[in-house]
């Protein structure tokens, strides 16, 4: 909806309409140009988005100035794209309320009020208004009704309204009016009802329009200042404004010179006014100096009896202390006698608590006992299982030293021999050739599956000798973040010497603020390596299957938890059903595939040196597809 336009004066058009009387059309302010077609649209600003924008007019200076229904008057810069807002708020003009606005010829800025006109200069800001006291013989009623106005070449204007017009003599301002500046003074002050004339209170020790500090007291709860301008041309067209400062929280606007306040705290404040006459002009600002006194019982008199009062208490309570230490002697008897009986009573609990140490100390001591003999239990098992493994190894490593030895060997014998049956080609008949090199090729495999299932066969002879091997008998205090390093650099050195293809990624998080701990520095290396070796294991195989987008990782992590030292060992590897959770620590079981070698004491090796040899635990946490994870707790100390 469309309420005004204007020509820019280069054949296009400025363009104003929407507002809230019009559901869902929003107010705008754009610029159309009818010879490109193109419309340009300004935003407004918070606030301004759904007022009613019904006038419009370019100035000299190319600024665009429209009115704002209830809100004053905007200027936009073309340019920037920024609006300044006039209203009677920040002072810039005597109403909000702005029926009708254009430019004369000189430049000046015409709007038209509810209840008069005014002339602004965009160059100064100042605006001067002129009321009905200036219209001669037209009523207020009748001013009221004034909807538009229209300057005539002649300086005149024609105010328009709803039954004809009126043509209205503006009166010339003289220079000397324009800088007058009118003094403010205060008149009287009333305390609720009453007024309270200057000589016959010691707040006004002066003439009330001199008076520049008032005094008044914390049940003067209702007091009003009664303010004039000194300009008397029209004074109810007067504006005043007013702060009381460290008490109001911005400058207020009333139309009268009376201020009121009411329940002002006790203290020191600076009352601060100031005033226009009708032509807007704003006088020299009105500074008073305010003092509510407050009570009596603030005062500093009152503070010295306050402080009489309390060395009088202070002087009965010493001889009521006296009284007291002469009553007390009497029940000294009486407190011999119970402290007496207190230092039986102390002899039987001191007797309590040496029986409940002494008992605390046996059932350590049967602890300790308990440990002892679970830690021997598990070492007379390894030192019975390493006899074993002794003789088997010496039984069963020569006979397989000398199967792997001739094995290769016989290889090597085969490889000669298939070098001179190929010298020997052409003279052997048709055919023969081909059979010797088939069998030949034979007896190679042959060799070759000889010479891995003996291997295979010493592996499992060599994990029986770990499980059973028996480690250093002294505990030591050490640091597990350097034992884990380098059993993890061993771990990872081995295992490439296997298989130069292996690559995995480590991720050390290692607490730099990690206690020490005792252990069997051989043994807990050991269960290091079988752990460390199965995670190496499984991201390898899991490496050959999964594709090239999966990048092995190792994650090792060591933290302080209370009276624990943990160390966590997580790798991205197929994972550990759920159900075998509770068998990875048995004897002989595991999950690599037959041929492998292994005989799965690596897991139960690591747990008995955890969990039996060192008091800790080791749990494991896995999701098949994604990871496993085993934690190792060590106590502290």
């Known amino acids: 909806l469309l309420w005004d336009l204007c020509p820019d004066g280069d054949g296009g058009f400025w363009l104003t309409g929407g507002g809230v009387d019009v559901r869902g059309y929003p107010s705008f302010l754009d610029h159309f140009d009818p010879q490109t ?30 009115a704002v229904f209830n809100e004053g008057v905007g200027n936009l810069d073309p340019e920037t794209g920024q609006i300044e807002l006039l209203n009677q708020a920040n002072g810039k003009l005597p109403d909000n309320e702005v029926f009708d606005l254009l430019f004369d010829e000189a430049g000046w800025l015409w709007l038209s009020f509810p209840e008069s006109i005014a002339r602004y200069d965009p160059a100064s800001g100042k605006y001067f208004a002129y009321d009905p006291s200036h219209s001669g013989q037209v009523t207020e009623a009748y001013w009221e009704n004034i909807r538009n106005i229209h300057p005539a070449p002649d300086g005149s204007f024609f105010l328009t309204h709803q039954s004809g017009f009126y043509h209205m003599q503006v009166p010339d301002l003289l220079e000397d009016q324009l800088e007058f500046r009118p003094e403010l003074v205060l008149t009287s002050l009333r305390i609720g009802t009453r007024e309270l004339p200057p000589r016959e209170l010691s707040s006004f020790p002066t003439p009330a329009w001199k008076t520049d500090k008032l005094k008044l007291s914390y049940e003067d709860v ?10 008397f041309r029209t004074p109810e067209a007067c504006q005043y404004e007013y702060f009381l400062e460290g008490y109001d929280r911005s400058w207020q606007h009333r139309s009268s010179g009376q201020v009121t306040y009411s329940y002002v705290p006790p203290g020191k404040y600076v009352f601060r006014a100031r005033a226009a006459n009708q032509y807007g002009i704003w006088g020299q600002e009105k500074a008073i100096r305010l003092v509510v ?3 009596w019982w603030k005062t500093t008199w009152a503070y010295l009896l306050f402080g009489l009062l309390l060395i009088g208490a202070v002087t ?27 230092k039986y009573v102390q002899k039987i609990e001191s007797q309590s608590r040496e029986l409940e140490s002494s008992y605390r100390e046996l059932r350590e001591k049967n602890d300790e006992i308990v440990r002892t003999q679970n830690q021997l239990i598990v070492q007379e098992k390894l030192a019975s299982l390493g006899q074993l493994t002794a003789g088997i190894a010496h039984e069963i490593k020569n006979p397989l030293n000398f199967v792997t030895n001739f094995a290769e060997g016989s290889a090597e014998l085969l490889d000669e021999l298939g070098r001179s049956v190929e010298k020997q080609r052409d003279r052997l008949e048709a055919g023969r050739y081909e059979e010797i090199m088939e069998l030949i090729a034979e007896l190679q495999q042959n060799s070759v599956d000889i010479r891995e299932n003996g291997r295979r066969a010493d592996r499992i002879v060599h994990g029986m000798m770990n ?25 990872y050195h081995s295992f490439r010497a296997l298989d130069s ?18 252990v069997f520095p051989q043994n807990l290396g050991r269960a290091l390596l079988n752990i460390i070796d199965n995670a190496f294991y499984a991201v390898h195989n899991k490496a050959k299957t999964a594709g090239p987008d999966y990048q092995p990782e190792l994650s090792i992590t060591t933290l302080a938890s209370g009276p624990f030292v943990e160390l966590h060992l997580r790798d991205n590897g197929p994972g550990i059903p759920a159900d075998l959770h509770e068998e990875v620590f048995s004897p002989f079981f595991t999950t690599k595939p037959t041929g492998e070698g292994n005989a799965g004491l690596g897991l139960s090796i690591a747990y008995d040196i955890v969990v039996q040899e060192h008091r800790g635990q080791l ?3 896995s999701e098949p597809g994604a990871y ?3 934690v190792i707790c060590l106590p502290v100390g």
């Open 293 to 295: 006194r407050g009570p």
């Open 619 to 621: 749990n494991v946490a």
């Open 467 to 491: 499980h059973a091997r028996g480690g250093s008998s002294e505990l030591q205090s050490i640091d597990l973040n350097d034992l884990v390093e380098e059993n993890l650099n061993l771990a």
């Open 628 to 630: 496993t994870e085993f």
């Open 37 to 66: 077609g193109q419309t340009r649209h300004y935003a407004l600003p918070a606030g301004m988005e759904d007022a009613l924008i019904y006038r419009v007019e370019k100035g000299a200076d190319g600024r665009i100035w429209f």
């Open 222 to 231: 209702l007091f009003s200042l009664d303010l004039a301008l000194l300009d």
């Open 316 to 342: 009965f309570f010493r001889h009521y202390e006296k009284n007291r230490q002469r009553f007390k002697q009497l029940f000294e008897v009486e407190r011999a006698r119970a402290e007496e009986r207190q």
């Open 501 to 518: 293809t292996f690559q995995v990624r480590l991720h050390r998080n290692l607490a730099a603020d990690l206690p020490a701990v005792r």
